[in-house]
């Protein structure tokens, strides 16, 4: 028995089965208390999630020696269409009064303040972000919410800026653990029952992806506690989804050829040892693809996709281990009856060889190139959506599928102030130079005013309003003229921050991020294909054929965006994080089928052994493809456009590869380049029969 052999058989072997279950059981009393932790060593302050070297990032890090704590600004907006009474203007000075005593206030109170029409007034509040980042904002802004309503005798009343912004956002993120973690599940039951039809034998993958789960997040929480790793509340949330999509697909795997192994083996501990002998290559490559196309967002410019590399490959490898022990362990000690009520008998024959996808691989073998080409168009087609991409962030009003406060006290307070008000652009300077920094910043167009200044240790620090909304593509041109501008003061080291600049910032990683990682991504995929199937000319085919599918993805979902979700545009991460979860995805089921064509293809040829490896795969792929593509849509369920996203485009370019690209695209292909596909390897006879007819001979 070879090594590789060996190693297989260990965790389902009759003794070393019992010492691997109760491993996973240590692991998991041990796991749990720390998984529970995790939630409490999210970093969701600002800093954790902006370009780590922008202007903007240093300026929010540098206003820590003026500022003890983190501070955002809460706007409070009052608005009466028929003018602000004397009445009202009395009101607003008793909240404000109000808003200052309150304990959560990080300054003074400034206002309130009587717009130009006089029909609404705006009062700022300086809110103490706290230690755990906007989660921390909530409590301050329902505060200020509920203070500014009590009796404000038919005024309108918002709570707005970047603060109130912020409270809404947690107000979204809320429970989004649990919230992932039921959906997720509830789907991935749904749908392990109807891919095994079996009332027992779901439980298994899932008991097995929940526990990779506890024992992920345990080692994650570890990290970020004592090692530094960087966790915020997207990147918890996308390693719930990824553990348990990636996990089950795993699961599913190596149950469908154990079943199969099960028909030509009477011992079922032969069976998975053979199993995994045979399918555990493709699902280490295919681990390996992901594990190291997330170490690859470490080169990030962007702190909170760096921060998300290496969270998703840790849940991955956990996973992975889970799924290649704890999982075969599972099975062979529970024996065949878990398939009730399709039992798999020693002997009976293999339905995959004469069912669906085995009549789709002969239709596909009359007209192979016919077939490759017409697909290829088709999804080409579809990839022209691309042409409506707007990935430049999102704005404000952009941010939530819904409409909260904020949002409309946005727009209230853009109807009667200047645009900028509320998210004032922070500039820092020397001391010396702050007077003609202050006297250029104010004298650049798209500034409406500024404010006072303070001095602390030789640094000066104050604010400028801009006259476009901050969010808008006005505001951050101004930026880039005032800090042109007041860069050029000599010996001032002036640098310009604030909601807007950090937009502006996070748009331009995000673009240089695009650049350096997609390529990158690419070239470590290739090489791990041509590695696993010892060839150079199906890993560019594979690749090809993936890319061709994330554009068709993404064309779709941008034409889906405009004209049914009716968004106005892209979040700056979207291009890269579907890219990433395609491709480091959506190649699994390539490499699931071409290395079992490439184990047919030894003894029957290429042609045929295209048609028995997708005869073979195309059930348990598809099921792994509807239950991963699932897990990514409960995404959706979340209030955040972003989000919703991301799901979207990654379910749907999940679906592609499974239904289209690997079964119909990569098969045609594969058949249409014959051996020519492994090459400069020699793998099989190069004479068979047709194809069609090779699968008739097969039934």
Known sequence: MSPSAKLAALPCGRRSKWVVLAVWVLLLFAAVPLAGKLNGAEDNEASSWLPGNAESTRVLNAQRSFFPTDTAQAVVVYQRPSGITVADRAE???????????????????????????????????????????????????????????????????????????????????????????ATVTVVIVLLLLTYRSPVLWLLPLLSAGIALFVAEAVVYLLADHAGLTVNAQSAGILIVLVLGAGTDYALLITARYREELRRHEDRHEAMAYALHRAGPA???????????????????????????????????????????????????????????????????????????????????????KVWIGTALALAVCSLGLASLNANGLSTA????????????????????????????????????????????????????????????????????????????????????????????????????????????????????????????????????????????????????????????????????????????????????????????GIDYNIFLMTRVREEAAHRGTRTGAIVGLAATGGVITSAGLILASTFAVLGTLPVVAFTEIGFAVALGVLLDTLVVRSVLVTALTMDLDHRMWWPSRVGPRTEAPPHLAVDAER
């Open 283 to 369: 699902i280490l490559a295919s681990s390996a693809t992901v594990i190291a196309s997330m170490l690859c967002l470490l080169v990030a410019e962007m702190n909170s996709t760096s921060g998300l590399g290496p969270v998703c490959a840790i849940g991955v490898l956990v996973a992975l281990a889970a799924m290649l022990t704890l999982l075969p362990a599972a099975l062979v000690i529970v024996g065949r009856w878990v398939f009730w009520p399709v039992k798999p008998g020693y002997g009976t024959p293999e339905p995959t060889r004469s069912g669906r996808w085995a009549h789709i691989g002969g239709w596909i073998g009359r007209r192979p190139r």
């Open 398 to 585: 952009s941010t939530f599928t819904n409409k909260p406060d904020s949002v409309v006290g946005q727009q209230v307070l853009a109807a009667h102030f200047p645009g900028g008000t509320g998210a004032p652009l922070t500039i820092i300077s020397s001391a010396d130079g702050v007077v003609r920094v202050k006297a250029t910043a104010a004298e650049t167009p798209g500034i409406a005013g500024t404010g006072p200044v303070l001095v602390k240790n030789g640094q000066a620090i104050f604010q400028a309003t801009l006259a476009d909304p901050p969010d808008s593509q006005a505001a951050k041109d101004t930026v880039d003229r005032v800090r042109s501008a007041v860069h050029a003061v000599p010996g001032a080291h002036a640098q310009v921050g604030g909601n807007t600049a950090v937009v502006l910032d996070a748009g331009r990683a995000a673009s240089h991020d695009n650049r350096v990682i997609i390529p990158l991504v690419l070239a470590v995929v290739l090489l791990i294909l041509g590695g696993l199937l010892r060839a150079v000319v199906a890993p560019l085919v594979l690749i090809a054929t993936v890319v061709l599918s994330y554009a068709a993805a993404l064309g779709i979902s941008v034409f889906a965006f405009r004209h049914f979700f009716h968004f106005s545009g892209e979040d700056n991460a979207f291009p890269l994080f579907v890219f990433v979860f395609l491709v480091a995805l």
């Open 92 to 182: 607003a000075v008793r909240d404000a009064a109000e808003f200052a005593r309150a304990p959560h206030v990080g300054g003074a109170v400034v206002g309130p303040q009587l717009s130009a029409d006089g029909q609404a007034m705006q009062t700022i509040v300086p809110i103490d972000i706290g230690a755990r980042g906007f989660n921390d904002l909530k409590p301050a802004v329902d505060s200020l919410r509920a203070t500014a309503a009590e009796n404000s005798n038919g005024m309108s009343t918002h709570v707005t800026g970047p603060a109130g912004v912020g409270a809404d956002e947690a107000e979204a993120f809320a429970g989004i653990d649990g919230t992932l973690l039921f």
